[in-house]
C-alpha cells in the first residue's frame, strides 16, 4: 500500500499556523511527540474518525476522553438538537444543570456537592483553590507526571503535553506560585509520607492526584498505594482530592474511588461528563463545598458553567452508560488489548508491556512494568513515534505522544481491538 500522503492535513496545517499558534489550539494534538504534521479530522462515526482526507480510522483517543459512547452518538446528537431548539445559553439556573448535579451526587457517593465549570482546567485549579480557602493552608502536593490541566499552581513537573515537549513546567509561572507546589514520584508511599513531614502538615492544604494515571502513559497505583495516602490526609487534616477528569465514569462508573474503594475529600470531573460539549465539574463533602460563593468566601464562577448543551450531553451519557453497564466489556477488551500487545511484542522480539483499566488503555515499549514517571521517562520514545506513524497507516489513530492513554468505548468491539492488534503486530515488525 502506497504511504498514505495526508495532503488535505497538511494543507490545513500550513493554513492553520499562519493564524494559530503552532496550527493547533491545544498542544498536544500538534504531533510534536511523534512527528511530523498533525491529522486534521473531518468526521466522527461510532469507533471511527475520517481524516481531512477522507481516510478512516479505529479511534482510541476519543476526544481524550469525552467519548465514552462513541463519535456522534445518535441519542447525544437529537438531545443536543432537542436542547438547542429552547435556546443554547442563559447564564442563569436551568433544570438540566440540577440534572446533571443530581446524577453525579447518585453516581458518586463522596460527592455530595458538586459545582459545573467549562474545563478540567477549571475544576482542578478551582478545587485547589476551595482547599486552600477550607483548609486556610497554601501548600500543595502533586504528583510527576500527573497532568490536572494548565492553571499556574499546577504546571510543575505535569504531564500530558508537558511531558510530551519535554518542557519543565510554563514560562509565565512565577516562581512564588510554584514555590507553594511540590511535585514528587507516585506509587512511593514512604516518599509521600517524608515529603508531608518536610514541608510541615500543617502547611499542607491538599494532595492532588490522578488516581490512575492517564498523563504519562497509563500507569496504574500499587496496591495499598492510595489506602496508605487517604490515611496520611484523614491524620493531617489535608483534603485529598481526586482528579477525576479522565478516570471519571471510564475505570468503573462510580470512578476510581469505586473501583479502589477509596473516599477523597474532593474530586473533579471533565470529558465524559460533558460527552463531547465543553464541561467540568467540582465536588465532594458538603463542609467544604459550602465555602463556595455565593454561600462562602472561596470565589468562582464562569460564564458558560452548567451550559444547557453541555448539561445534556453529559445527562444523556450517564443516564446510558448507567442503564447499559458497559464496564464488563470494557474489562473483556482491556484484558484482549493487554494479551494482544504483550503477544504482539514477544513475536516481535520487541520489549514492550501493555496495561488497562476499564475502558483506560496503554502500553509502553519497556521490558518491565511502569510504575512512576520516571520510569515513563526510561521507555524507548523514539521507537514509539515510529510505531505511532505505523499504526496510522494501517488505519490505527493512537495518542499523537508515549505520556498519554488510549480510550475505548461502548462503540469498540473486539474487531476493532482485533484490527489494532493486527496491525500491531505488522507495525512492530517495521520498529524491531
Ligand atoms: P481540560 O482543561 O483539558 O478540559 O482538562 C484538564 C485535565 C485535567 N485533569 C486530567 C486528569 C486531564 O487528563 C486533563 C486533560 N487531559 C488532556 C489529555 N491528556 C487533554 C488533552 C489536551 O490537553 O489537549
Not at 440534572?99 to 447518585?106: D, G, N, R, S
Not at 496495561?355 to 512494568?369: E, H, I, N, T, Y
Not at 475505548?408 to 473486539?414: G, K, L, N, Q
Not at 503486530?425 to 524491531?432: D, G, I, K, N, P
Given at each position: 500500500?502506497?504511504?498514505?500522503?495526508?495532503?488535505?492535513?497538511?494543507?490545513?496545517?500550513?493554513?492553520?499556523?499562519?493564524?494559530?499558534?503552532?496550527?493547533?489550539?491545544?498542544?498536544?494534538?500538534?504531533?510534536?511527540?511523534?512527528?511530523?504534521?498533525?491529522?486534521?479530522?473531518?468526521?466522527?462515526?461510532?469507533?471511527?474518525?475520517?481524516?481531512?482526507?477522507?481516510?478512516?480510522?479505529?479511534?482510541?483517543?476519543?476526544?481524550?476522553?469525552?467519548?465514552?459512547?462513541?463519535?456522534?452518538?445518535?441519542?447525544?446528537?437529537?438531545?443536543?438538537?432537542?436542547?438547542s431548539?429552547?435556546?443554547?445559553?442563559?447564564?442563569?439556573?436551568?433544570?438540566?444543570?440540577v440534572?446533571?448535579?443530581?446524577?453525579?451526587?447518585?453516581?458518586i457517593?463522596?460527592?455530595?456537592?458538586?459545582?459545573?465549570?467549562?474545563?478540567?482546567?477549571?475544576?482542578?485549579?478551582?478545587?485547589?483553590?476551595?482547599?486552600?480557602?477550607?483548609?486556610?493552608?497554601?501548600?500543595?502536593?502533586?504528583?510527576?507526571?500527573?497532568?490536572?490541566?494548565?492553571?499556574?499552581?499546577?504546571?510543575?513537573?505535569?504531564?500530558?503535553?508537558?511531558?510530551?515537549?519535554?518542557?519543565?513546567?510554563?514560562?509565565?509561572?512565577?516562581?512564588?506560585?510554584?514555590?507553594?507546589?511540590?511535585?514528587?514520584?507516585?506509587n512511593?508511599?514512604?516518599?509521600?509520607?517524608?515529603?508531608?513531614?518536610?514541608?510541615?502538615?500543617?502547611?499542607?492544604?491538599?494532595?492532588?492526584?490522578?488516581?490512575?494515571?492517564?498523563?504519562?502513559?497509563?500507569?496504574?497505583?500499587?496496591?495499598?498505594?492510595?489506602?496508605?495516602?487517604?490515611?496520611?490526609?484523614?491524620?493531617?487534616?489535608?483534603?485529598?482530592?481526586?482528579?477525576?477528569?479522565?478516570?471519571?465514569?471510564?475505570?468503573?462508573?462510580?470512578?476510581?474511588?469505586?473501583?479502589?474503594?477509596?473516599?477523597?475529600?474532593?474530586?473533579?470531573?471533565?470529558?465524559?461528563i460533558?460527552?463531547?460539549?465543553?464541561?467540568?465539574?467540582?465536588?465532594?463533602?458538603?463542609?467544604?463545598?459550602?465555602?463556595?460563593?455565593?454561600?462562602?468566601?472561596?470565589?468562582?464562577a464562569?460564564?458558560?458553567?452548567?451550559?444547557?448543551?453541555?448539561?445534556?450531553?453529559?445527562?444523556?451519557?450517564?443516564?446510558?452508560?448507567?442503564?447499559?453497564?458497559?464496564?464488563?466489556?470494557?474489562?473483556?477488551?482491556?484484558a484482549?488489548?493487554?494479551?494482544?500487545?504483550?503477544?504482539?511484542?514477544?513475536?516481535?522480539g520487541?520489549?514492550?508491556?501493555?496495561?488497562?483499566?476499564?475502558?483506560?488503555?496503554?502500553?509502553?515499549?519497556?521490558?518491565?512494568?511502569?510504575?512512576?514517571?520516571?520510569e515513563?521517562?526510561?521507555?524507548?520514545?523514539?521507537?514509539?513515534?515510529?510505531?505511532?506513524?505505523?499504526?496510522?497507516?494501517?488505519?490505527?489513530?493512537?495518542?499523537?505522544?508515549?505520556?498519554?492513554?488510549?480510550?475505548?468505548?461502548?462503540?469498540?468491539?473486539?474487531?476493532?481491538?482485533?484490527?489494532?492488534?493486527?496491525?500491531a503486530?505488522?507495525?512492530?515488525?517495521?520498529?524491531?
Open positions: 500500500m502506497a504511504a498514505e500522503t495526508f495532503r488535505r492535513s497538511k494543507a490545513l496545517f500550513e493554513r492553520a499556523q499562519r493564524v494559530i499558534p503552532g496550527g493547533v489550539n491545544s498542544p498536544v494534538r500538534a504531533f510534536r511527540g511523534v512527528g511530523g504534521a498533525p491529522l486534521f479530522f473531518a468526521k466522527g462515526d461510532g469507533p471511527f474518525v475520517y481524516d481531512a482526507d477522507g481516510r478512516r480510522y479505529v479511534d482510541f483517543v476519543g476526544s481524550w476522553g469525552p467519548l465514552i459512547l462513541g463519535h456522534a452518538p445518535q441519542q447525544i446528537i437529537d438531545a443536543i438538537a432537542e436542547t431548539r429552547r435556546g443554547t445559553s442563559f447564564g442563569a439556573p436551568t433544570e438540566l444543570e440534572q446533571l448535579a443530581e446524577l453525579i451526587v447518585e453516581l457517593p463522596s460527592v455530595e456537592m458538586v459545582r459545573m465549570v467549562s474545563s478540567g482546567t477549571e475544576a482542578t485549579m478551582s478545587a485547589i483553590r476551595l482547599a486552600r480557602g477550607f483548609t486556610k493552608r497554601d501548600h500543595i502536593i502533586k504528583f510527576n507526571g500527573c497532568y490536572h490541566g494548565h492553571s499556574d499552581s499546577l504546571l510543575v513537573k505535569a504531564g500530558s503535553g508537558v511531558a510530551t515537549l519535554g518542557i519543565a513546567g510554563s514560562l509565565g509561572v512565577p516562581e512564588a506560585f510554584v514555590a507553594l507546589t511540590s511535585s514528587i514520584e507516585f512511593d508511599l514512604a516518599l509521600l509520607e517524608q515529603t508531608v513531614q518536610e514541608i510541615g502538615a500543617s502547611k499542607i492544604a491538599c494532595i492532588i492526584l490522578e488516581p490512575v494515571i492517564g498523563n504519562s502513559g497509563l500507569i496504574l497505583p500499587k496496591p495499598g498505594y492510595l489506602e496508605g495516602m487517604r490515611e496520611l490526609c484523614t491524620k493531617h487534616g489535608i483534603v485529598l482530592i481526586f482528579d477525576e477528569v479522565m478516570t471519571g465514569f471510564r475505570v468503573a462508573l462510580g470512578g476510581a474511588q469505586e473501583r479502589f474503594g477509596i473516599k477523597p475529600d474532593l474530586t473533579t470531573f471533565g470529558k465524559v460533558g460527552g463531547g460539549r465543553p464541561v467540568g465539574a467540582f465536588g465532594g463533602r458538603r463542609d467544604i463545598m459550602e465555602m463556595l460563593a455565593p454561600l462562602g468566601p472561596v470565589y468562582q464562569g460564564t458558560l458553567s452548567g451550559n444547557p448543551l453541555a448539561m445534556t450531553a453529559g445527562i444523556v451519557t450517564l443516564e446510558t452508560i448507567r442503564a447499559s453497564n458497559p464496564y464488563p466489556h470494557f474489562e473483556e477488551l482491556g484482549r488489548w493487554i494479551e494482544g500487545m504483550n503477544e504482539a511484542g514477544r513475536e516481535a520487541v520489549p514492550l508491556v501493555a496495561a488497562a483499566c476499564g475502558s483506560m488503555l496503554g502500553f509502553f515499549f519497556s521490558s518491565a512494568p511502569v510504575t512512576n514517571y520516571s515513563a521517562l526510561q521507555t524507548d520514545v523514539e521507537r514509539f513515534k515510529k510505531f505511532f506513524h505505523a499504526m496510522l497507516q494501517e488505519g490505527v489513530y493512537l495518542a499523537p505522544s508515549a505520556f498519554e492513554a488510549g480510550f475505548i468505548s461502548t462503540a469498540h468491539s473486539e474487531e476493532h481491538i482485533d484490527i489494532a492488534l493486527s496491525a503486530r505488522r507495525a512492530l515488525a517495521t520498529v524491531a
